[in-house]
């Protein structure tokens, strides 16, 4: 394999990784949310959810597989554990290796999610919001990809996208809680 098909492999599996995570994250609101309540039931979303959650393992296996053989890259098995010590990009890369770290304990914690509490789960599943941060900006700052217009203007409108949702889905949790809050609450 040549070093132009090994790193034309590790971007492309790079960029599906991150679509699949922001499908699984999108579906999750959808499935989770009062933002996206007319979703919420919907067979299909729980689908995707289910599928794009275990989807990027493989394609973020091939990725670091990929990266490690890149001679240009330098990343060593070492790298997958502690962040920031490669030669390349060692901020970017290490974001990177956070981010995977992030996703693998949600991926655990949701194979383990009997064995945990609901808010202990809940808390670790939460962790694939700051995942998907340190996801996209390793995209940027270590990726050639957003030099390219379409996918720059693609992800950028992503990353908006769950931003937004993300939001919504907080404004509505907060106005399902105040009610509760003011009835609950003595005034003296």
């Known amino acids: ?46 689908a995707v959810h289910d599928l794009t959650s275990i989807l990027w393992l493989p394609l973020i296996v091939v990725h670091v597989i990929t990266l490690m053989l890149d001679p240009y890259a330098k990343v060593g098995v070492i790298d997958l554990f502690i962040p920031f010590l490669v030669p390349y990009g060692s901020f970017a890369i290490g974001l990177g290796t956070i981010s995977l770290q992030l996703i693998a304990v949600v991926l655990v914690a949701t194979w383990l999610r009997s064995r945990l509490t609901q808010q202990g789960w809940l808390a670790i599943h939460r962790l694939s919001y700051i995942a998907f941060v340190g996801s996209f900006a390793h995209g940027l700052l270590a990726g050639t990809d957003f030099a390219q217009p379409a996918l720059s203007a693609l992800a950028w409108l992503t990353a908006a996208v769950l931003a937004i949702v993300a939001f919504r889905r907080l404004t509505a949790s907060r106005a399902r809680q105040s009610p509760a809050r003011s009835k609950t609450v003595a005034i003296p």
């Open 1 to 46: 394999m040549t070093t132009d098909q090994i790193w034309i492999i590790a971007r492309s599996s790079g960029t599906a990784a991150l679509v699949a995570l922001v499908l699984s994250i999108l579906s999750g609101m959808a499935l989770r949310s009062g933002a996206l309540a007319w979703l919420s039931h919907n067979r299909g979303v729980r």
